[in-house]
């Protein structure tokens, strides 16, 4: 066997964790609070038979969708990206400065391969989504861990991370934040806008959940404070729209989208030009408001029944986030509990989670007894059984422990 690359074995751990998250996701008979996944009932699949139906039956449209496409993607989409998304959330955009990507898991990847050589320091926090990481590992970055609190991000220890380690640039996941839920005030959204100028650092904002708020008051994105094109703003319509898509898209300064260009015809030509006009078209026919109207409505009501649950199921002691959007609230079990060993025992209890120490670059047994619950994807039905199903996992656990 020739020899795998250097940076194989860098992103192993990573790599490990990411392969049980897709695990997670696949036994039918367990009910499974351990992948992301939207729930499927959403898909707009009748609108899109009515469009598709439409497109290809006018020659041309049939015809240009099924072409090669321009690599910053097609314009169609670039302008509901300024107009639909961000121009409502306080960015001023125009279709030059988005690019369409291959779900918004590809900005990661075309941003490393714009910025980062091997050994380079890549501030995250703390816990951080994972799949990330591994895309960072996989560029031999060096992830190091900024402190959190209850409001995500501390903005001391970013400054001082970056004055001592000069990091190339700091991942933030903003928004109702994977794993913990949790979403950065106002405030520090500015003053780390604030810091990536100061610092000539590059901020990268990770923000695939923000159209998906249920309670509480809407916030601007880090971008919408950075004055110098230092932060780099990446969305998605996976959660959306659907994620089986992969449709991202990426707003930065010009000169960062240049070098994107670059990258994104280096690595794969374009995005499916088919897709983005389907889905361009999705959003002019005015069909986006409802969705979104019907996609909150359901996902409110399973954090809802989510957030009761913990409550009522676990034991007493337990620690919990309170999502004002996205699709997963995090958990501290009290009495030693470790998740990862838990996971092993809750097959037979048909349930799954994902563990929460994989979600820390730290590696020094940090998260042991945490763990994420994600409730788009499960119905309320299901949630209260599967949450009372884990609540006894946890019970017999503690008193085997003791
Ligand atoms: C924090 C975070 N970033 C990015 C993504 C990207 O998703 P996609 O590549 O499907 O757009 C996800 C999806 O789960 C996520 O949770």
Redesign the pocket.
């Known amino acids: 066997m020739p020899k795998f690359a250097q940076r194989m074995t860098t992103m192993e751990k990573s790599a490990r964790v990411v392969e049980k998250l897709f695990k997670s996701m696949t036994s039918p008979e367990t009910i499974s609070f351990g992948g992301?996944a939207p729930a499927k009932e959403l898909f707009p699949t009748k609108i899109l038979q009515e469009i598709s139906y439409e497109l290809f039956g006018a020659p041309q449209q049939g015809q240009r969708m099924l072409q090669y496409g321009s690599p910053e993607g097609e314009r169609e989409l670039r302008e509901v990206v300024a107009q639909f998304l961000l121009e409502p959330k306080g960015v001023c955009a125009v279709p030059e400065d988005i690019m369409i990507v291959n779900?918004?898991?590809?900005t990661m990847n075309l941003i490393c391969q714009v910025f980062i050589d091997p050994g380079d320091v890549i501030l995250v926090e703390s816990p951080t989504?994972v799949?990330?990481v591994e895309i960072f590992e996989m560029f031999q970055a060096k992830c190091v861990a900024v402190e959190s609190d209850e409001q995500g991000l501390c903005m001391d220890d970013v400054e001082q991370k970056i004055r001592e380690l000069h990091p190339k640039m700091v991942y933030v996941?903003p928004t109702f934040q994977?794993p913990s839920g949790k979403t950065l005030p106002l405030e520090r959204r500015r003053k780390l806008a604030e810091l990536g100028s100061r610092y000539d650092v590059l901020i990268l904002e990770?923000d695939?959940y923000r159209d998906l708020r249920y309670s509480g008051e809407e916030l601007p994105p880090i971008q919408a404070f950075d004055a110098t094109g230092h932060t780099v703003l990446?969305g998605?319509f996976?959660k959306i729209f659907s994620?089986g898509a992969?449709l991202?898209y990426v707003h930065a300064s010009p000169a960062i989208i240049a070098k994107l260009y670059n990258a994104k015809t280096a690595t794969n030509s374009q995005t499916s030009t088919l897709i983005q006009l389907l889905c361009a078209e999705f959003f002019r026919r005015g069909y986006f408001p409802a969705h979104l109207e019907r996609v909150i409505d359901l996902y409110r009501e399973r954090r809802d029944v989510m957030i009761q649950c913990i409550d009522r199921f676990f034991p007493a002691g337990t620690r919990r986030t309170f999502p004002d959007g996205g699709l997963f609230t995090w958990v501290e079990l009290p009495g030693g509990i470790n998740t990862t060993e838990l996971l092993e025992q809750a097959w037979s209890y048909q349930v799954a989670f994902m563990p929460g120490e994989g979600f820390f670059v730290e590696g020094n047994g940090k998260g042991t007894n945490c763990m994420r619950l994600s409730f788009g994807n499960v119905s309320p039905e299901n949630i209260r059984v599967g949450m009372e199903r884990l609540g006894r996992l946890i019970a017999d656990a503690a008193q085997g422990a003791n």
Request: charged content about 15%; aromatic content about 6%; hydrophobic content about 20%.
């Open positions: 992301g779900g918004g898991l590809e989504f799949h990330c996941i994977n990770d695939p990446a998605s996976s994620p992969r991202g």
